[in-house]
């Protein structure tokens, strides 16, 4: 049985070896620690540049967000007996776990399909582990605010992702899911 509750201590070191173990994986996969094509930056804001997915956040860092609202909502759900603590290690653990494959050859390749990721090479490991901390973020938030203001913000980050870059998480889901035409080409018309 899991304890009812993780030391402050036992959480950190999990979690810290949680994002060292997702560092050393991505760099065994070859990713690079920051862009090697451009300067470090907090924001990259041109899904369409050399260094999205490169840099410590993008536009991607809103549906890493809505990650850990959902995991926190599934969490809550599924084993709400389960402490905070635990439950946002497993969350960390399946989002990690979510970096790999993304990460992978297979699914790089499936992204360059899509309209604005024609050179997607995949994330840094900076950017990997952002994403991790902004999923952990989301599920703090989720864990602190009502459901509703929950649900709001995550239709506010995606509406926004949409409007500005044509792009966010439920788009990358169909885009993945399903081929479709009219809405590769409205992305293709996105400009910076």
Avoid: C
């Amino acid at each position: 049985m899991i304890a009812s509750r993780l030391s402050t201590r036992t959480f950190v070191f999990a979690a810290l070896a949680l994002v060292a173990l997702q560092a050393i994986v991505l760099s065994l996969m070859g990713q690079p620690f920051l862009a090697a094509a451009a300067p470090f930056k907090l924001w990259a804001g041109n899904p369409l540049a050399i260094d999205n997915s490169q840099q410590l956040t993008d536009w991607y860092s809103f549906s890493h967000i809505i990650h850990g609202f959902i995991f926190y909502g599934l969490s809550k759900l599924i084993a709400p007996r389960l402490s905070f603590t635990t439950r946002l290690l497993l969350a960390m653990g399946v989002e990690i776990g979510w970096e790999f494959a993304e990460n992978s050859p297979f699914v790089i390749d499936a992204y360059r399909k899509q309209a604005l990721a024609a050179g997607y090479r995949g994330d840094s490991v900076i950017n990997s582990m952002s994403d991790t901390v902004m999923m952990s973020l989301g599920f703090l938030l989720a864990s602190r605010l009502p459901w509703w203001v929950t649900v709001a913000l995550a239709v506010a980050m995606e509406a926004l992702a949409i409007v500005v870059i044509r792009d966010g998480l439920i788009l990358n889901i169909l885009n993945f899911a399903v081929s479709w035409p009219a809405l590769t080409q409205w992305q293709q018309a996105w400009r910076p």
